[in-house]
């Protein structure tokens, strides 16, 4: 079956641009997370999403935004980007909610913000 | 504070040596302890994941160990192979009525011919 399926890999965005990266976790999956990976902070968590609904949060500011469709497919959008943004975005889909079980990801989004 | 820190930072070892990664956490109270491989580029691939109750689950030529006591955890990977050269990434959960996940920083793993 499909991996998770993110789009696009690389994008090239603007300092004060806005950018929305989408994710297709696994047919059947219900709960999708994402996260931001930079060299110096590593893998950081984003938020959560399972049956349309925000379930868990990161501390990440307002411009990080997210949401998720009725077919599970999830979107997440930053706006005013800066250039501290730039990093790999992962998303990861699971059955039920992704940290009580075994998490899928994909191959993420390079956003370099210029 | 809720931490999970791994050692070493980096590590290089020749074709066919065997090693262990460390991870050791202050996470509380303990859900799960997850190990990851992500190659550069790409996104992590789930290694193993073990509960409270599970002190050694195996991959193939991968081996997590767990410590729920002392809070510790080792990845081996035995006769180790140049495919093996990635970053390995622990990662726990906690359960505070909702569930919060906290990365470790990884070790990035070389291995040499």
């Known amino acids: 079956k499909a991996g998770v399926t993110q789009t696009p890999r690389y994008l090239i965005k603007t300092r004060g641009q806005q950018v929305t990266l989408s994710c297709s976790p696994i047919?059947?999956?219900?709960?999708v997370s994402w996260y931001q990976q930079t060299p110096g902070q590593g893998l950081q968590f984003l938020f959560e999403y399972f049956s349309e609904t925000q379930r868990n949060k990161g501390n990440f500011p307002g411009r990080f935004s997210g949401r998720q469709f009725s077919n599970s497919r999830s979107e997440m959008n930053v706006s005013t980007l800066e250039l501290g943004d730039s990093a790999l975005y992962l998303c990861?889909?699971?059955?039920?909610?992704?940290?009580?079980?075994?998490?899928?990801f994909g191959q993420g989004t390079r956003l370099t913000v210029v | 504070k809720n931490q999970v820190e791994q050692s070493p930072q980096s590590l290089i070892i020749l074709e066919g040596k065997n090693c262990t990664l460390q991870?050791?956490?202050?996470?509380?109270?303990?859900?799960?302890l997850r190990w990851y491989k992500q190659d550069t580029g790409r996104g992590p691939v789930s290694l193993t994941i073990?509960?409270?109750?599970?002190n050694t689950k195996s991959n193939g030529r991968y081996t997590a160990t767990l410590d729920a006591d002392t809070k510790q955890s080792s990845l081996h990977i035995t006769a180790s192979q140049l495919s093996d050269s990635a970053s390995y990434i622990c990662v726990v959960t906690l359960n505070t009525g909702g569930f919060k996940t906290i990365f470790g920083a990884g070790t990035r793993l070389f291995v040499k011919a």
């Open positions: 991870c050791n956490y202050t996470v509380s109270p303990f859900s799960n």
């Open positions: 047919s059947g999956h219900r709960s």
């Open positions: 073990m509960t409270f109750s599970e």
């Open positions: 990861a889909s699971s059955l039920v909610q992704a940290t009580n079980t075994e998490a899928f």
